[in-house]
Every structure is written in structure tokens, then in C-alpha cells.
């Protein structure tokens, strides 16, 4: 019998496509082929738009997977075999011995003291040592260790064993034998991720011969607080600070001749987030970066750029030719900018962007899966999806980097999307889940508060004295433990923590580490191991407001970091136990909107619940419907959008056209709509949980911007019905970024690639096109491709200065721009101007933004959970994005993230329940006076009145915002968790005033 789905590679995408499934009722066999999940995201030191720290964001999803119950690590293994029919597969992984007994092993670390064997460690990049017997990194899961064979001397000459004597719980065990497990699965996630380029292919950029010459990765682990500088930024060579960077932007990138032809996609903004994040390190460092484009196409990305720019970071286009060493001591990197000027750029440190490649074993994973390759040695996708999400073979499904470079919302996206289609598989392997009790905890019962002071590594303790802060807790009124831990969020340190409360009678916990918002859940769910009620904690964010808001002011931190805690234990000493409930979520989903992301969001929700779909234009397929192809299959936009619809139709989903929501109100579970039909005529429906998929519109040019209103003058959208047939003889200019990249807007994301598209069909129908572009953001897996292909068809590519920008003449029959190349500025007679327009977000959304709960980012759009690791999710429960309300994409990325909300919303949905807030608010009805004040502030609609025109909250919409409590004028309304007394307590520690 089937028993679950096999995901390959325990990376950020693999992990959220483990605990997507597993958290639908699903069972999980997760191989990862190192002896730690985390794949190349925890290595990185922080993430860009945010500059979040990324261990601090993914460790806690490492821990959860390690402890999920329907997850099945098996680290060390290695795929050998698959055979079977999809939905039917037999997988036979082969775990290679670790010469440790993980039952046995409790990471004390005396084994790797005593190893007298030191290479090179790879998490590091080599810049650092490690042991033969060794844990991968700090928080690794499984938190246990692993001999190399390739060196251990005991396994290679039989000599040494000093680890086995150390180990004092005889873990260490050199006669292991690999051990085969054969397992039953309906589908398979491959996410192997990826390597970097051999850099030796580009000797002239010096790496490997000059010392002071690293890669991006490199720098990585140079610039984050557990590598081997402990965060600061210092030459290989002699150990100081350089005072001036050059980035090298395409290491082997876009190159046809020795590296790898396509974009890698990520380095444009890793590159300058290093740049930034060395420069908040040490001030004083001068960061240059030599680029091509700069393919800031994401979320907020351009803004980020700009950031950059306005810290003093210079920034040269054009490709750099070499990097030589100046004889004393530093570089220079030689480059030609795009208005030809040679440039000696003088560098301390050469950073290179190197290109992303498959990693090692695609080509052997790929035979044994039955795949093949595509031409840059990623796993190809099935012609027919342009998502890059199906393989050839029905049942085994992409994820993240091996089907080819992405950052990490998009790898994110991916695994859910992936788990999504993997669940199609699974819906008669579905387990159900029940609720777990909340432990009962004596609300009477004396506090003992258990304060655990985090590390970080050197995150925080590169900065706040850590020993002396435990100190002062030990101290405090009510405290009866108190200790330190290098990574608290560590799944070794999780166990650590529910064995003290246990031993020591802990009753309330104290965890002063990093931001509540990212770990809160994961000591919550400590808690509750540990039999104590998951209120019954605070934690003191001494990372962000002390480590690294007092970066260089160590004294100072430490005390302020004594202060946060002694005003968290004294608001610790009045928690209170808030129990917890359900809410039942009924297998029903309402999906608005009917473009591409709606439909796919509905098909794939399909085969487990009741799907209605809604769509205000009388047929479904959006904006796609009127393109003449898409993007990259070539395909025709209705044509496309037919057979979808149609795919729809068969999956069950109850379509609805010429509808119109009118109004959504309620909760996750309990969402009530209004519908306006085709006859005028009002319904109204309830549904469990509901995903936004109502697109975006076209930005239309104010009359007379860059010529709009000239009888020669259409936008790119407009353009698209004279290509079903295209004309030929005729002069075409196209001009990007119009209503994009500006001060209110970044990146519209999908318009270059749409405009490789536009424009080489019409120069290969025998026409004249020149294209007017800022950048050409060609990032996706074919993008290169097609700019090569377009430019190969004769289309004509000039970049503009935004400085400068083009103007239209003569109605659209001539266009003058300045050619940065030559440096003159040239009148241009055409027949046609297109002005490629970005998107912006669609009527109604504002209004629907308030009906929902869901806040706007700054351009409008629908803000989403979390950037990197949230990017489908929304802060209101129940509610999910798909496609371009939440940010400008292309066609098959909102696909891709429609199929992600799917999956997001299969979780409460297949578990029917959903567990309620416990932090909401209680009215006293009998001071309350009526007043309304608390019903018309209340952003949640969450307050109405009583029989007895008394104020009540509805606890199922109430999100604990406190705004009633803060504005009751007779005090009626208090917080549960955050009531007056709690956080007086909390306001008179700070100020020294102690717990009273």
C-alpha cells in the first residue's frame, strides 16, 4: 500500500514541501544526501529585501521538520532506485553509516575534541577546520554527529579510535553498515538544489591564486556571526579589514564560451546585499560594484537597489575582463563601462557573483528517476508546462534549484506548489489529524520562572555578554533557573529546555533571544512538550534591540539586555494559562478571481474539497486570454486558457461567470460572501477558507507620456491582437519600464521577457524593432535564451538613462534617444511605438483589503505573511494570494504561486479544525456603558453589541490588537495575555521600579 511521498533534499524547498504535505495529513520520507538538512540557506548570512538573519528565520522550520510527526528524516542517504507506476512507486534509499549511533549520541562534543584530524570545512567554504568527527553546523538536524570516512584515520588506516574512547555513551561505532530502506510512495519532489561553477574556468578573475579573491559564498560565511571571523569582514591574506571591495557581477554567468549561458538570477542582489551588509559591519569599507544588468526583479528589490545607491555603494555597468594584484599588497579589477572608458578599479577584496549550476549527481538522480536533462545540466521539465513544475514523468515533480537558479520565495513557492501537485496523488493516503490537547497548568500554583539566554553563536554573543546576563536572571525574584545555550532554537537545546522544566518544576519560561514574531511558535510548541501551557512564556528580543541595534556599544547592550529580561520575567511572574479551542473549517474554498492563478489554485483544490470559483468577466483566463502567445511556451493566450478552463470544469470546480463579490465578512472556518449574479439578482454563501486571486491591471499612460495619445502609439497589451498575424515591412520602438521604476513603483517583473517574446516574432516576420530598455531582466530558466534568440532575429537593443529618457515624436512616427554607446543623441523614424507597461494593483482591491483584513504594501498590492519564507500567506488566517494582487509575475510564476495557496489552504482545510487565538479580548459587561467606541475602531470587526446594548467579542475574529482595551473610556476591555497588570509589571522593570 502507498504509504507517502518521497522528497529529495532537505533544503528550504524541500522542507516546505515536506511540511506542506505533512501538515495536510500526509506522511513524509525527507533524504537529504548531507548529514543536516538546511541546504545553501543556512549557510547565508542575512537575506535580502529585509536583511533578516537567515539561520534566525529557517532553523525554525528545521526544528519543526525534525519533530514532525508525520516527517521521517533519513540524512546521510542517497536515492538508489525507483520503479513503479505514479501513485505506485517503490523507492529503495540507501542511508550510508555515519560510525555514530544517533539513538546513543547526545552531541556533547567530546569525540571532535579529542579528533586529531583537521580539513577543511564546507560549510565555511574551506575557510575554516573542522574534525573528522564533526557536526555540519551548530543548529544541524539532526543534532548528531558524523565521521568522515575519507579521513577518519581510525576507518582509513585503522589507527587512532581516540573518539570512541572519548565518548563517554559509546556512541561511536566504526562498524556501521549502510542500511537500505525500502518504501512505498505515490509521488516524488526532487529538490536537489544546486553548486557553484568551478571558478578555474575564469583563471583571469584570480580565484584560487589570489588570496584575497572569494566568491559570494565565501563572503557569505566571512560577513555571518557563526563563521570563522565571527562576522567580521576580514582579508584571507593578513587577517585586515579591507577598506575597498569590488563586486564582479555574471562570474561566469551569462557566458556562452567558458561558464554557464543562462542568468543565475540571484547574484545581482546578493552581491549588493554583502555590499550593504559589509558596510553596516565596518562603515568605512568603499563597495563598487561592476555589473551588466541589474536584475532587481522581485518584491521590493528595487527599492533595496536604491538603498544601496543612496550608501554611497558605486556601481559601474559593464563586464569586468580581469583581476590582477597591484604589488603591493592589493588589486585591481580591469573593466570597460558601457560608454566604453576603461576603468582600474582598486580593490582590497574581489567578490565574484559566480554562476549557479546543477549540483553533483543531477545527471546519476536524473537516470534513475527516468528524466533527462535540459541544456544546462538542470532536470527538464515536461515541454508542455511552461511552470517548470512537471517532469516527464507523471508523478515526479520540481522543486527549487534543480530545475534552475531561484532565490528563495520563488524556491519557497515551488515546494508548495510541488507539494500541491504531489497531494493530488495522496488524497486516499490522507491521515486525520486531531488536535492536541493544550496541558493543564494550575493558574494557582507558585511561579518558577526559567530564564534560557541564547548565543546566537556570536550573533548576539559577539556582542552582549551572555554568562553575565544568565547571571542577573539567576538573581531575580521568582527565577529558579537560569542558563545559557549556544542556539536555543536548536532542535538538541528544544529537548534541552522541556527536560529542565520538567526536572526543575519550571511553571513559566523566559527566553531571551531573537524576534518573537519568527520563534514564538517554535517555544510554544516546547511548552507543550514539555506539559505546561504555551501562554506561559515572554521572550526578550535582546538580538535585534540590543546585539544588533548596539552593534559596537558591547557594555551598553549587555545592560540593556539585562533590563529586557528583568522586565520579561516580571511580566512572566502574572502569565496566566489561556487553554485553547478549535474552530471547524468545513471542506468548502472560494477562489475570486478567474485568471490563470484562479483557475489553477481551484484544480488544484479540487480533488479534496468543494471549489467554487467566481469571475466578474463573462469567461475565465484574466489578462492571458488576450495574449497572442505566452511566455515561454509560445502557446496562444486563448487558446491556453480554454483548455485550463476546460481542465477546471472536469475537476468538479462550480464556476462562476459575470459574478460579483460584493462583500466578505467573518472568519478562517466561518467566512460569509455576498454575490451579485449575472441577473442583478444577490446571493449570499459561507465557505472555510478563501484564496484572492483577482490579478492586477495594466498602468495606462497619462495622455501625452512618452507620446500616448499619438495615433502611432500603443502599449505593449494592445500590441498583442496585431500578432495572431503579424504585419511585416514595418519599423517597430519598443519603450520598457513605463509606469515602472519609478519613485511610487519597482519592477513590473513580467515586461522584459514578454517583450523578448513580442519582439522577436516581429523581426522574424520580416519587420525592423528596436528596443529601448533601462535593464534586461531576463532572469527566468529561457529568459537568456530569448534575449540571445531576439537579438539573433535582428532585434535592435539601445539602453536609456531614466535621466534621459526617450521621447516620441510626431505622433508616434519618430522616436529621439540618446545611444550611451556613442553618446549622441539619435531621432529614429518608425511606424510604431509600444510602451511596455507594468502592472498595478486591480480595482476594487482596496476596498477588498478591508473586507478581508489584509494589509497593502507600499505600491497597494496584497502584503503577504513573510517575504522569503510567507510569500503565499496573509496575517489573517484562512486568507491565501495567488498571482499578481500579491506583486507583479509573470503568467507561470502565478501559476505556480496559485498552486502554492492550494496547498497552503489544504492544511486547515484537510484537518477540518483550525486552532483558535487564545490572546483575545474580554469585556466586562457591567462597567461597560455602550458607547460604540470599541465597535467602530475595531479593524476586525470582531466587536458588536448584546440584547443588552453591552459591547461583546467574538473571540473566532478578534486578533488581539488591544486598540479597544487602549481606548476604553471606563477600562472595561482587557487582553488576555497583555492585561494592565502584566504590562505595568513589565513598564516598572524597565524603569527600575521592579515587578510592583
Not at 59 to 77: C, D, F, M, Q, Y
Not at 917 to 937: A, M, R, Y
Amino acid at each position: 500500500m502507498t504509504s507517502g511521498v518521497l522528497v529529495l533534499c532537505g533544503g528550504v524547498a524541500g522542507i516546505q514541501a515536506a511540511l506542506d504535505l505533512a501538515d495536510a495529513g500526509i506522511q513524509v520520507y525527507l533524504v537529504e544526501r548531507s548529514p543536516s538538512i538546511g541546504g545553501n540557506m543556512i549557510r547565508l548570512d542575512k537575506t535580502f529585501p529585509t536583511n533578516d538573519c537567515s539561520s534566525c528565520i529557517l532553523s525554525p522550520r528545521l526544528v519543526e521538520a525534525g519533530r514532525h510527526p508525520r516527517i521521517k528524516l533519513l540524512t546521510n542517504s542517497d536515492l538508489v532506485s525507483l520503479e513503479g507506476d505514479p501513485g505506485a512507486f517503490t523507492a529503495m534509499v540507501r542511508e550510508r553509516p555515519r560510525y555514530i549511533d544517533m539513538n546513543a549520541c547526545v552531541a556533547c562534543g567530546d569525540c571532535t575534541i579529542k579528533c586529531p584530524v583537521k580539513v577543511p570545512s564546507e560549510f565555511d567554504e574551506g575557510l575554516s577546520k573542522r574534525k573528522a568527527v564533526y557536526i555540519p553546523f551548530p543548529p544541524a538536524v539532526p543534532l548528531k554527529y558524523v565521521i568522515d570516512p575519507e579521513v577518519c584515520l581510525k576507518i582509513t588506516k585503522d589507527k587512532c579510535g581516540l573518539c570512541e574512547k572519548a565518548c563517554q555513551a559509546k556512541a561511536v561505532n566504526y562498524d556501521l553498515q549502510p542500511v537500505d530502506h525500502k518504501l512505498d510512495v505515490g509521488a516524488v519532489v526532487v529538490a536537489t538544489g544546486y553548486k557553484q561553477i568551478d571558478t578555474s574556468l575564469r583563471p583571469e578573475y584570480g580565484h584560487g591564486r589570489f588570496k584575497n579573491v572569494v566568491t559570494g559564498m565565501e563572503l557569505e560565511r566571512l560577513l555571518n556571526a557563526s563563521g570563522p571571523t565571527g562576522g567580521k569582514v576580514h582579508r584571507p591574506s593578513d587577517g585586515t579589514v579591507p577598506k575597498r571591495i569590488a563586486f564582479i557581477h555574471c562570474a561566469l554567468s551569462r557566458d556562452e564560451r567558458r561558464g554557464a549561458a543562462h542568468c543565475s538570477r540571484v547574484c545581482c542582489m546578493y552581491l549588493v546585499k554583502e555590499a550593504m551588509v559589509a558596510k553596516e559591519h565596518h562603515n568605512e569599507i568603499e563597495a563598487t560594484m561592476i555589473h551588466m544588468d541589474l536584475r532587481a526583479y522581485g518584491k521590493n528589490y528595487d527599492s533595496y537597489l536604491d538603498r544601496a545607491k543612496d550608501s554611497g555603494i558605486a556601481f559601474i555597468r559593464g563586464r569586468a575582463a580581469e583581476v590582477l594584484e597591484d604589488g603591493e599588497g592589493g588589486l585591481v579589477v580591469i573593466s570597460e563601462d558601457e560608454d566604453g572608458v576603461p576603468h582600474r578599479t582598486p580593490a582590497d577584496m574581489v567578490v565574484l557573483g559566480v554562476a549557479l549550476e546543477a549540483p553533483d549527481g543531477a545527471a546519476e538522480l536524473s537516470e534513475i528517476l527516468g528524466l533527462g536533462l535540459d541544456e544546462r545540466g538542470f532536470i527538464a521539465t515536461a515541454p508542455e508546462d511552461p511552470s517548470g513544475l512537471r517532469t516527464v514523468k507523471p508523478g515526479v515533480f520540481l522543486a527549487g534549484c534543480i530545475q534552475g537558479p531561484k532565490d528563495v520565495p520563488d524556491s519557497v513557492t515551488m515546494g508548495s506548489a510541488a507539494a500541491a501537485a504531489a497531494a493530488t496523488m495522496m488524497v486516499a493516503n490522507r491521515v486525520v489529524i486531531e488536535p492536541d490537547e493544550v496541558p493543564v497548568t494550575d493558574p494557582n500554583e507558585e511561579p518558577k520562572v526559567g530564564v534560557f539566554v541564547c548565543h546566537c553563536g556570536s550573533n548576539i554573543a559577539g556582542v552582549v555578554d551572555c554568562p553575565s546576563v544568565a547571571e542577573t536572571a539567576r538573581n531575580l525574584p521568582g527565577v529558579t533557573h537560569a542558563e545559557e545555550n549556544i542556539y536555543t532554537c536548536s532542535q538538541d537545546s528544544q529537548i534541552a529546555i522541556a527536560e529542565t522544566i520538567k526536572r526543575e518544576g519550571i511553571n513559566r519560561v523566559v527566553i531571551a533571544a531573537c524576534s518573537p514574531s519568527t520563534h514564538e511558535p517554535l517555544f510554544q510548541e516546547t511548552l507543550r512538550d514539555a506539559g505546561l501551557d504555551p501562554a506561559l512564556i515572554d521572550m526578550a528580543n535582546i538580538r535585534n534591540q540590543c546585539s544588533w541595534a548596539h552593534a559596537e556599544e558591547h557594555e551598553a547592550a549587555t545592560e540593556k539586555s539585562k533590563d529586557l529580561v528583568r522586565a520579561s520575567v516580571a511580566r512572566a511572574l502574572l502569565l496566566e494559562p489561556l487553554g485553547g479551542g478549535t474552530e471547524e473549517v468545513p471542506a468548502k474554498a472560494l477562489v475570486v478571481g478567474g485568471g490563470i492563478a484562479g483557475m489553477v489554485a481551484a484544480m488544484n483544490l479540487a480533488p479534496h474539497v468543494d471549489v467554487v470559483l467566481i469571475e466578474r468577466a463573462e469567461e475565465l483566463g484574466g489578462t492571458v486570454r488576450k495574449l497572442a502567445t505566452t511566455f515561454p511556451s509560445g502557446m496562444n493566450g486563448a487558446t491556453q486558457m480554454d483548455m485550463i478552463a476546460g481542465m477546471v470544469e472536469n475537476a468538479g470546480v462550480k464556476v462562476m461567470t459575470g459574478t460579483e463579490i460584493l462583500n466578505i465578512d467573518g472568519y478562517v472556518g466561518n467566512f460569509k460572501y455576498t454575490l451579485r449574479l449575472p441577473d442583478g439578482s444577490e446571493t449570499e454563501d459561507t465557505t472555510g477558507i478563501i484564496i484572492l486571486a483577482i490579478g492586477s491591471q495594466p498602468y495606462e499612460p497619462v495622455e501625452g507620456e512618452f507620446g500616448r495619445g499619438g495615433a502611432n502609439v500603443i502599449t505593449n497589451l494592445e500590441l498583442e491582437k496585431d500578432l495572431v498575424d503579424p504585419p511585416k515591412g514595418r519599423s517597430y520602438a519598443f519603450i520598457q519600464c513605463v509606469g515602472s521604476r519609478n519613485d511610487e513603483r519597482g519592477c513590473s517583473r513580467y515586461c522584459c521577457q514578454a517583450t523578448l517574446q513580442q519582439a522577436r516574432e516581429l523581426a522574424e516576420a520580416g519587420n525592423e524593432v528596436t528596443v529601448l530598455y533601462r535593464d534586461i531582466r531576463a532572469y527566468s530558466a529561457t529568459g537568456e535564451a530569448a534575449y540571445r534568440a531576439a537579438r539573433q532575429a535582428g532585434v535592435v537593443y539601445v539602453k536609456y538613462d531614466p535621466e534621459y529618457p526617450p521621447e516620441v515624436l510626431e505622433g508616434g512616427k519618430k522616436v529621439r534617444f540618446r545611444e550611451t554607446i556613442v553618446g549622441k543623441t539619435i531621432e529614429k523614424s518608425v511606424d510604431q511605438v509600444v510602451l511596455v507597461v507594468g502592472l498595478r494593483p486591480p480595482e476594487g482591491l482596496q476596498e477588498l483589503r478591508g473586507q478581508v483584513r489584509v494589509p497593502g504594501d507600499q505600491e497597494g498590492f496584497f502584503l503577504e505573511r513573510h517575504p522569503k519564507l510567507g510569500p503565499v500567506e496573509t496575517n489573517t488566517e484562512g486568507i491565501y494570494l495567488a498571482g499578481t494582487c500579491q506583486a507583479p509575475m509573470a503568467a507561470s510564476e502565478a501559476s505556480l504561486g496559485a498552486a502554492a495557496a492550494a496547498m497552503k489552504a489544504l492544511g486547515p482545510l484537510g484537518r477540518g479544525w483550525v486552532a483558535t487565538e487564545t490572546k483575545v479580548s474580554e469585556i466586562n459587561p457591567d462597567t461597560c456603558i455602550g458607547c460604540n467606541l470599541c465597535v467602530t475602531l475595531c479593524p476586525y470587526h470582531a466587536i458588536d453589541k448584546d440584547a443588552n446594548n453591552k459591547a461583546q467579542s467574538n473571540p473566532a475574529l478578534c486578533e488581539g490588537c488591544g486598540l479597544c482595551a487602549a481606548s476604553c473610556p471606563t477600562q472595561s476591555i482587557s487582553v488576555r495575555h497583555f492585561r494592565d497588570g502584566q504590562l505595568r509589571a513589565q513598564l516598572h522593570a524597565l524603569v527600575g521600579g521592579g515587578s510592583e
